[in-house]
């Protein structure tokens, strides 16, 4: 009996993750035993899995497999499509890539991480561009969302998505400030058979403009919202709270969501980047935020959940699972010696606009972000494989422990895990393993049973 492949699947491996399924339309990896892997190299459409030499054990996955559509029974000799054969990468395995493709801005933000508005990170050039495009498909990498700075500025941005499609990496998002979200452009990537998320910066009714430093900003990023949804593009944004517009959440969730806009994140806006160089002070103390976030999420059930919200680490939910909610900081830790301090960044890279592999976009306003490789230095299998980066994304949780042995003894530990590594690097600059003040204070100052009073009687009251 012979069995093929199905065309919507490849088989691939990284180092110490060495077999996998990946499913070409999702953009996903499934990793599988190698007895699995070996089950699945049979079904290339030329070997008979009823020879004797094949082991029983092996031959007895392929059922399964077909029954789950991943085989089905094929003529011998039916090849496989272009690129399912088994191949292994020379790097680590990275789900995404967060890149920034520029550091310049047609806006002038007062809070942006790398001061973007005075090209302070720069620009890479077209031919080193292309190159990381290249180096990213040789790395495995499946995913890529784009920002900047403004991403769009770039006059070979689509450039950009044309060669990062040909090699079959999927654009989840771009990341922008709305204005050049086009007409234009979006009939250029619906040509191309595509609809990424744009993800826009909305930072309250009455108050974007001057966060971003341009007049009629709001209008402008309400119409690019209206023009995603007139087209089909899903769109999802991103808030900036600060003492003057925190009053401002409940009307700016319920004018996105009228926009069309699906999911919003929320976030303080951190003194680095040119909020600090501005002088600025702080946006918003911690106790301050923490009890907006409290008092809004009443608010935020009584308004029919008008899309998906997340405010920080403190609370996140989604409509279409009303009768629930999560607390983004709270973890669960069965296992120091084996979890990730930050899950996120072990599985996402953020590639700065002068080309460093950062854990997460907010070091690229803070000089830590200089100890991290170059990648068009250094290569990006090495940064994948051994680095600065490698080293912090695969700290266990136990690391943070021996550094921290009082947050070891603190009754919280295994659910706060030292918190949000950026967030500590904010609190205590160039200390990778600092614990994370808003972490500390949601758990020791008792705020998760006051989240948990809030949500559960507003999800009562929803019945």
């Not at 399924?21 to 990793?31: W, Y």
């Not at 909020?275 to 907006?292: D, N, R, V």
């Not at 290569?379 to 422990?401: H, P, V």
Request: hydrophobic share 40%; charged share 20%; proline share 6%.
């Amino acid at each position: 009996m012979y069995y093929r492949l199905d065309p919507r699947y490849c088989l691939r491996g990284w180092q110490k993750l060495p077999w996998a399924l990946v499913d070409r339309e999702k953009h996903t990896a499934r990793f599988v035993t190698r007895q699995t892997m070996e089950a699945l190299q049979l079904c290339n459409g030329c070997i008979d899995t009823d020879l004797p030499l094949i082991d029983p054990a092996v031959r007895a996955l392929l059922p399964a497999l077909e029954q789950a559509g991943i085989i089905a029974q094929c003529a011998p000799g039916t090849p496989l499509a272009a690129g399912q054969a088994y191949r292994r990468y020379p790097a680590r395995y990275i789900h995404t890539a967060h890149w920034s493709v520029t550091g310049r801005c047609n806006y002038r933000c007062k809070h942006c991480y790398m001061s973007a508005p005075d090209a302070k990170l720069g620009e890479l050039d077209h031919d080193t561009i292309m190159d990381m495009v290249d180096q990213l498909a040789a790395c495995g990498v499946m995913n890529v969302s784009l920002t900047g700075g403004e991403p769009l500025i770039r006059p070979d941005f689509l450039e950009i998505v044309d060669a990062l499609l040909a090699h079959g990496i999927h654009i989840t998002t771009i990341y922008s400030n709305g204005r050049l979200v086009t007409e234009d452009l979006l009939a250029q990537l619906e040509k191309r058979g595509i609809r990424p998320e744009f993800n826009m910066s909305f930072d309250g009714v009455g108050y974007h403009d001057w966060l971003r430093g341009v007049p009629g900003a709001e209008q402008t990023v309400e119409a690019a919202f209206r023009r995603c949804r007139e087209h089909g593009f899903p769109t999802g944004a991103e808030m900036c709270l600060w003492r003057d517009n925190a009053h401002a959440l409940r009307d700016s969730v319920n004018r996105l969501a009228a926009w069309g806009c699906s999911h919003l994140k929320v976030n303080p806006i951190g003194n680095v980047g040119a909020w600090q160089e501005g002088g600025y002070g702080e946006a918003i103390s911690l106790q301050e935020l923490y009890q907006l976030y409290l008092d809004y999420i009443p608010q935020y059930y009584r308004d029919g959940m008008p899309l998906t919200l997340q405010l920080g680490g403190f609370f996140w939910a989604n409509p279409k699972d009303p009768e629930s909610y999560e607390i983004p900081l709270q973890k669960s830790c069965t296992n120091p010696d084996t979890m990730c301090l930050c899950g996120h960044a072990r599985m996402v890279l953020y590639v700065s606009a002068e080309g460093r592999a950062l854990p997460c976009m907010a070091l690229s306003g803070m000089d830590i972000q200089r100890e991290f490789p170059l990648i068009q230095e250094n290569g990006l299998a090495a940064c994948l494989t051994d680095s600065r980066y490698m080293e912090l994304i695969d700290t266990r949780a136990a690391a943070y422990f021996r550094e921290n042995p009082a947050c070891r003894a603190c009754e919280y530990a295994l659910q706060c895990v030292g918190g949000c590594r950026a967030a500590a690097l904010e609190a205590r600059p160039g200390d990778l393993l600092a614990p994370d003040p808003y972490a500390c204070a949601l758990f020791r100052g008792g705020w998760v049973p006051k989240i948990e009073a809030a949500a559960g009687a507003a999800i009562k009251a929803r019945r």
